[in-house]
């Protein structure tokens, strides 16, 4: 089975720009979950998806966005970008978002 | 509480050697929790879980301790190899609670661990 699949791997952007980042899980796997990497602040939670609707969401400014399709493909959208926004985002995917998640590769972000 | 990334603490160990892995979570609500490894470059990978209702379960050269009375995990790797290397996060959830709960790990801060050969 493959396992969860991230796109792009690396992206440069500029202050004020957004960005767009894609997520395929596991097949058969409903739930993604998204989470930022940082130095700094190491893993924290963005915002799961369950077919289609956000269930739960961290402590994250409106700038950060997401959603789901219905093959349970989820972007995420990061809006007028800030330095702070440079990070790995991960997401993980599980069957149903109680259980074991399995993280892709990530996105590596930087902002200038 | 949310996991702060500064000053990884870090275990050195010799090939061969066995070692433990410590972690304290935070929420004593939580009833799942998981061991991850990342590599550099890499997306963290599932090692084990436990689940509240146990207090060890084994896996192939890893086992994983849990002890709800001070809320700590550790994970215990058997013979160390070089290929090790990577930092060991801790995960912990409450599983099937809903709401506030849905997908969403609660990270520690992670331990650097290096095998030496």
Sequence with gaps: KAGVTQTPRYLIKTRGQQVT??????????SVSWYQQTPGQGLQFLFEYFSE????????????????????????????LELGDSALYLC????????????????????? | GESVGLHLPTLSVQEGDNSIINC?????????FIWYKQESGKGPQFIIDIRSNMDKR?????????????KHLSLQIAATQPGDSAVYF????????????YGKLTFGQGTILTVHP
Aim: aromatic residues 8%; contains cysteine.
């Design chain 1, 53 to 80: 609707t956000q269930r739960n969401k961290g402590n994250f400014p409106g700038r950060f966005s997401g959603r789901q399709f219905s093959n349970s493909r989820s972007e995420m959208n990061v809006s007028t």
């Design chain 1, 21 to 30: 980042l894609s997520c395929s899980p596991i097949s058969g796997h409903r």
């Design chain 2, 24 to 32: 304290a979570y935070s929420n004593s609500a939580s009833d799942y």
């Design chain 2, 58 to 70: 084994q896996g192939q050269r890893v086992t994983v301790l849990l002890n709800k009375t001070v």
């Design chain 2, 90 to 101: 801790c995960a912990e959830t409450k599983a099937n609670a809903g709401g506030t709960s």
């Design chain 1, 92 to 112: 993980a995917s599980s069957l149903k978002g109680a259980e074991t998640q399995y993280f892709g590769p990530g996105t590596r972000l930087l902002v200038l």
